[in-house]
């Protein structure tokens, strides 16, 4: 069992940035995919961005390419996700996600994800 818990959400004007963070239970943090989820009022969870179990690997959905930036620190099993330059389409609520079947990001599809936070609001204003 993993638990997952998020923080650093918060309201910003178009242009601001924030950082996201989410901390993991367990000891074997370092073995498995994080993740990045992000779900719109209206619309289906959708896949912001991923890394792999050491961090040398990183995936992003193109609309956030350039603008985020996700880390993690093993030794404080903690993934982050740095958001610059924000827009109100980032507006949503961000999860993180543990992928415990997989050291490389591999899968995006939020339907086969077992182990998540509880959502973080960001809110973008005009």
């Known amino acids: 069992q993993v638990q997952l818990e998020e923080s650093g959400g918060g309201l910003v ?3 601001g940035s924030l950082r996201l963070s989410c901390t ?3 000891r074997t943090f370092s073995n498995y995919a994080m993740c990045w989820f992000r779900q719109a009022p209206g619309k289906e969870r959708e896949f912001a ?3 792999s179990g050491s961090g040398g ?3 992003y959905v193109d609309s956030v390419k350039g603008r985020f930036t996700i880390s993690r620190d093993n030794a ?3 993934v982050y996700l740095q958001m610059n330059s924000l827009k109100p389409e980032d507006t949503a609520v961000y ?3 543990a992928d415990r079947s997989s050291y490389y990001p591999t899968r995006y ?3 086969l994800y077992d182990y998540w936070g509880q959502g973080t609001q960001v ?3 005009s």
């Open 95 to 97: 999860y993180c996600a």
């Open 13 to 15: 004007q178009a242009g």
């Open 76 to 78: 404080k099993n903690t």
């Open 109 to 111: 599809d939020p339907k």
């Open 123 to 125: 809110t973008v204003s």
């Open 57 to 59: 690997t990183t995936r």
């Open 49 to 51: 961005a991923a890394i």
């Open 24 to 26: 993991a239970s367990g």
